[in-house]
T-cell receptor, first 114, second 117 residues
Framework: AQSVSQHNHHVILSEAASLELGCNYS??????LFWYVQYPGQHLQLLLK??????LVKGIKGFEAEFIKSKFSFNLRKPSVQWSDTAEYFC????????????FGGGTRVLVKP | GAGVSQSPRYKVAKRGQDVALRCDPI?????LFWYQQALGQGPEFLTY????????KSGLPSDRFFAERPEGSVSTLKIQRTQQEDSAVYLC???????????????FGPGTRLTVL
């Protein structure tokens, strides 16, 4: 069975700082990879996704993620965060052979100080 | 357009009570998922429907958990004889028809926060 680990549970940053959130998964087959974001009081929203092709994917609000197959990683980055990026971020994997369900990491709470 | 809606948003139950949580998916979405999110953790898969057929219920933690989607639209997650460890946010997600081997984005509802006393 696949699993996803996010290394940082809490991150505190100042505005304009760079952000990188780690995500590693364990699964030997083909995967689809996702980052979801949950802003305070809101529901989960898709930030970006990787299915195939260019391993560097760009999402909404200036976020990007890089799929490194050899490291089983899909780290999320943003060069300069804003206060409005305060949220909880979840990495998720869909193992193509395991149907349509998503397997999520434990989440990383990001607090951006103004 | 309306998104996925869930009701109630909050539910407090005494241990041993039965509860029913409702999910209204996006109109026309054939696939529906239930996830359980315990405090401080990521969502965990419970079960999956395609139309009215429950194709995967491997994540249901016990036989006290039961889900149905009789007409292929609204779904209900029922928990019988609730226990304290059932306290969590229950999330519903839906997606449009997808061909085998492809994947469509899952759209999530706001969740139902269940607290079992």
């Amino acid at each position: 069975a696949q699993s996803v680990s996010q290394h940082n549970h809490h991150v505190i940053l100042s505005e304009a700082a760079s952000l990188e959130l780690g995500c590693n998964y364990s699964y030997g087959g083909t995967v689809n990879l996702f980052w979801y974001v949950q802003y305070p009081g809101q529901h989960l929203q898709l930030l970006l996704k990787y299915f195939s092709g260019d391993p560097l994917v760009k999402g909404i609000k200036g976020f990007e993620a890089e799929f490194i197959k050899s490291k089983f990683s899909f780290n999320l980055r943003k060069p300069s965060v804003q206060w409005s990026d305060t949220a909880e971020y979840f990495c998720a994997v869909n193992a193509q052979a395991a149907g349509n369900k998503l397997t999520f990491g434990g989440g990383t709470r990001v607090l951006v100080k103004p | 357009g309306a998104g996925v809606s869930q009701s109630p948003r909050y539910k407090v139950a005494k241990r041993g009570q039965d509860v029913a949580l409702r999910c209204d998916p996006i109109s026309g979405h054939v696939s529906l998922f239930w996830y359980q999110q315990a405090l401080g953790q990521g969502p965990e898969f419970l079960t999956y429907f395609q139309n009215e057929a429950q194709l995967d219920k491997s994540g249901l933690p016990s036989d006290r958990f039961f889900a149905e989607r009789p007409e292929g639209s609204v779904s209900t997650l029922k928990i019988q004889r609730t226990q304290q460890e059932d306290s969590a946010v229950y999330l519903c997600a839906s997606t449009s028809f997808q061909l085998a081997g492809s994947y469509n984005e899952q759209f999530f509802g706001p969740g139902t926060r269940l607290t079992v006393l």
